[in-house]
């Protein structure tokens, strides 16, 4: 190429280079610009729905100290603290007592008898080691369990007889155990220390005469007849020296009436019944055996 003059143009290197760093910045942003549209068409990719903010669930922003809720405290609590916790509210409400004692469950003759048996527990570890464990000193340590083994004995024995208790059955299973809880009790040198435990034997007696006289009317007695409960008292009778002969005497009355020996119900076994039964219309039965009663 010629221009008018004659003189032909020569390119510089700086125009030269200039160029080409445009033309290299122009496809540059051609790819820039290709690279950062959205992929509207393409099938690989899927746009994430990020969570709303009301599904994330938010931390405390400050942690502090609360007291537990209700049904986390009481589990909490024993059998002691939870007794006292119910025991302090109805004294200080006397109108839940009432509540208290609707909802509940009846006391079975297994827990109950556990119960005494704790407080006879308590009763024997209370002994002074070594010394005369029937002397008055060793009476004065134990006098407080012993009243309160008695006291509740005392407290616990209307509950498991009629008409509280409809159930012959349960109610001479309680006597049984009741009255060996008796057995075990100390005996005493002086013989004035001994009144509350011959008082025992003395209420437990009446109560095995009330129970026996209602069992013989229920049933046509049949509790008494196949129990086993003429020689199971009978020990008891042993046992005590002779303190439950009433009681004896009443279930051998009650069982003479409802047939005697000779009924057929007695099967082969009536002769060895009737001789049982007439011990205990002696009060001989059971004596010449020697029966070690409780640890002392």
Known sequence: MTLADGKIPVSTPSSSYTSRKRKADDDGNDYDGRMSASPTNSPAFTPRQLPSARNIKRTRPNVSGRPLALPRLLETLDTDALRSVVRTMC????????????????????????VLRNYQATLQSSFPLGGNTASDYAYNRVRQPLTNLLEALSDFTPN?????ESQASISLSYLDGATDIIHALPRWSTPQNNIERDSAYDEICKAWILVIREAAKRGGGIQLQYGGWDQKLAKHNHNSGGKMQAAVNELGSSLGWMGGPDSPSHGAGGSDLGSIRDQLLSGTYGMGTPVKVGPW
């Open 91 to 114: 004294e200080r409400h006397p109108q839940l007592a009432d509540e208290v004692a609707q909802t509940s469950p009846r006391p079975s003759v297994t827990s109950t008898l556990q």
């Open 160 to 164: 498991f007889l009629p008409p509280n």
